[in-house]
């Protein structure tokens, strides 16, 4: 089934080839609008709050993207994409960026018309259960019907993982998150796998959170970063910028609070170039110096984004770990501003 998406996709990637050469950064400035591909309904990433507004880490970083090139987050239309249509509606130019928590590949790095950027946030596969299920671990779930996402990573590492250990699953398989969820909590599944801050996002919203877990255990590396199309290089390096510029950020202190006076009385030379006093950064990724600096304004820096929506300040309640900064034990490493 994964097969038979990839080549689907790759067909459409090729029959849009001569649109993705074209610059997607003159389109957004002309609709004055960052069309935005984020997930249906993942909790810490995309949903709706109770004003209909939709928050979350990929939700800020498509926000991080309109401030940085039209100097206002609130210019986005998001779209919500399921697994099936994300990787198609964005070969079809129906939205600019993709930032639907999504696992890079080689497959997809590969054979479908994209290009993987830098990853957000470094993530695992694993297992929700019922807390009063006796299952500590995945070698428990033998024989165990398990809700799974169609057209998703998580489909063949289910198979994997099976035949790696020699257990069986019975995959219940849902075209829609939602779906999913709700027959989840239900009781027809014994277990979920997603990614497990998806579940822990999943959990926090359940109408019975506290009977549920996640297993400490993951069976995979899920890497999720934004995607754009192929022939687009100015596009490119001005999504892989922006996170630079969140990572660098959080690195040297400057905030959402402080980012306008870092900008006029910092002495230091990387905030200097960060926030568009010296260097002429933006000319170099056709934006202007305060790019940067108006990213940092709307979102505040990776820290604070992470913080706000995932972290100990939010439902979810995850600890930084793989996604703290590279000083501090992490992996979030950004290329040096100068």
């Known amino acids: 089934m994964f097969r038979n998406l990839i080549l689907a996709a790759a067909t459409v990637a090729t029959a849009w080839a001569g649109a993705a050469s074209a610059a997607t950064l003159d389109t ?20 709706a709050d109770s004003r209909g507004e939709t928050r979350g880490f990929d939700a800020d970083y498509c926000r991080a993207v309109a401030a940085a090139v039209l100097g206002d987050a609130s210019k986005v239309r998001f779209v919500a994409l399921t697994a099936q249509n994300r990787f198609t509606a964005l070969q079809a130019g129906e939205i600019d960026v993709l930032f639907r928590n999504s696992t890079q590949t080689f497959l997809r790095g590969n054979s479908i018309g994209l290009r993987q950027l830098p990853v957000n946030f470094y993530d695992g596969q694993g297992f929700a259960v019922r807390r009063d299920a006796g299952v500590t671990k995945v070698d428990d779930l033998n024989g165990a019907t398990v809700c799974v996402a169609q057209g998703t990573t ?20 849902f075209e829609r998150i939602d779906t999913m969820y709700s027959a989840f909590f239900a009781g027809r599944c014994d277990a979920m796998t997603q990614d497990a801050s998806a579940l822990a996002g999943a959990i926090s919203v359940a109408p019975n959170p506290a009977q549920f877990q996640v297993l400490q255990e993951t069976i995979s590396k899920e890497p999720l970063g934004p995607f754009v199309r192929n022939g687009d290089d100015q596009w490119a390096n001005i999504i892989t910028s922006i996170h630079y510029a969140l990572i660098e950020a959080e690195e040297y202190g400057v905030t959402a609070a402080n980012a306008q006076q870092q900008a006029a ?3 230091d030379a990387t905030v200097q170039r960060l926030l568009g006093r010296t260097g002429e950064f933006g000319s170099r990724i ?25 972290g100990q300040g939010s439902p979810l309640k995850l600890q930084r770990s793989l996604n703290g900064l590279w000083n501090r034990g992490g992996l979030q490493y950004a290329i040096p501003f100068r």
Do not use: K, M
């Open 265 to 267: 009385s910092s002495t």
């Open 286 to 310: 056709g934006l202007d110096n305060a790019w940067a600096l108006n990213t940092i304004r709307a979102v505040g820096n990776y820290g604070e984004l992470f913080e706000r929506n995932l």
């Open 28 to 47: 957004v400035r002309q609709r004055g609008t960052l069309i935005c591909g984020v997930s249906q309904g993942f909790a810490g990433f995309s949903v």
């Open 154 to 173: 998580h489909e063949l590492n289910l198979a994997d993982v099976a035949r790696a250990r020699n257990i069986r699953f019975q995959p219940v398989v």
